[in-house]
């Protein structure tokens, strides 16, 4: 491979990475075009710089971590399509997927409704050197199950007892636990999920959990309001993420993550790539044409 050729391949291989991202915001492209909000060019390049720029700094504390076998643990929380699962993604788009992963567990099954609440949550938490992202947590008792019923009063309440030692214990064992909540306007949902109802590629986001929630607006409120009355404490407390705009709270989310856990840039030894093994007795066997997956793309 020549050089020109080679500047060709890298060429694409940073263009591959760019489309990454913008298939990642072809939603907020095309909500700004219904909108008629077009000329935002210089807006959209300003958030994709800072996206970048915190995106490197995640990587950087993904290296302390490891380095120093962290343990932490980051709660997203908040209404349905409050953008929970698109900060998500741009925090863990970068990172090695066996320092950092997701935990979003379904609904419980027979087995685990007879556990003790928190237990199918422990199984989930880290070992040194990881971090978990819990797309909503044990706080679903807080919230979807107080108000859908899926739960009594006096389980309620015991969770509200429980918790505070729950995370106490977690902390003391070395956790690092950090509690965001996704905040977004009634209107805001509306528009959401709105757009979803109206878009094939996002349909499958809605589910009737997710409509029973749009009609119980007020008491997802009121169970969030008491959520947080009982359960910010000092040593771990939420942090409330104003999320109307997406880009924005995925920026400042990710900015204040990186304040919560103090990091140093990890050095690595420079990586020498070993010489190619040429053996001049192989020869290299011929494939079948059958065996190629076709080739579609034109």
């Known amino acids: 491979m020549d050089q020109s050729d080679l500047n060709y391949r890298i060429h694409q291989e940073i263009m591959d990475s760019l489309d990454e991202e913008l298939e990642l915001e072809i939603d907020d492209d095309r909500l700004g075009g219904a909108l008629g909000l077009e000329g935002q060019k210089a807006e959209r390049q300003k958030y994709f710089s800072e996206l970048l720029r915190l995106q490197g700094e995640l990587v950087k504390l993904q290296d302390w971590v490891s380095h120093k076998k962290l343990k932490v643990v980051v709660l997203f929380e908040g209404r349905d399509s409050a953008g929970k699962g698109g900060a998500i993604k741009r925090i863990t788009q970068r990172l090695n997927p066996r320092v950092c992963r997701v935990a979003a567990l379904p609904a419980p099954n ?3 409704r007879t556990q003790w609440y928190f237990q ?11 971090i978990v992202l819990f797309d909503r947590s044990w706080y679903n008792r807080a919230g979807v199950e107080k108000v859908m019923e899926f739960c009594n009063d006096e389980q309620y309440e015991e969770f509200f007892r429980d918790v ?6 977690l902390i003391r064992s070395g956790i690092i636990l950090v509690k965001y909540w996704f905040s977004i306007t009634d209107d805001e949902q509306h528009l959401r999920f709105m757009m979803r109802i109206n878009d094939p590629l996002k349909q499958w986001k809605l589910s009737p959990m997710d409509l029973e929630s749009r009609r119980n607006w007020e008491k997802y409120t009121k169970a969030k309001e008491y959520m947080l009355e009982k359960t910010s404490t000092q040593s771990s407390p939420w942090w409330i993420v104003a999320a109307n705009d997406k880009k924005r709270a995925r920026i400042n989310c990710i900015s204040h993550l990186l304040e919560q856990i103090p990091y140093e840039t990890v050095d690595h030894p420079m990586v020498d790539l070993p010489a190619r093994v040429h053996n001049p007795d192989y020869i290299r066997g011929p494939i079948p044409p059958e065996m190629y997956v076709p080739d579609v793309f034109s």
């Open 110 to 112: 027979e087995r685990e």
């Open 120 to 130: 199918r949550y422990i199984s989930h938490l880290p070992a040194g050197g990881e």
């Open 164 to 169: 505070p030692e729950f995370e106490n214990m």
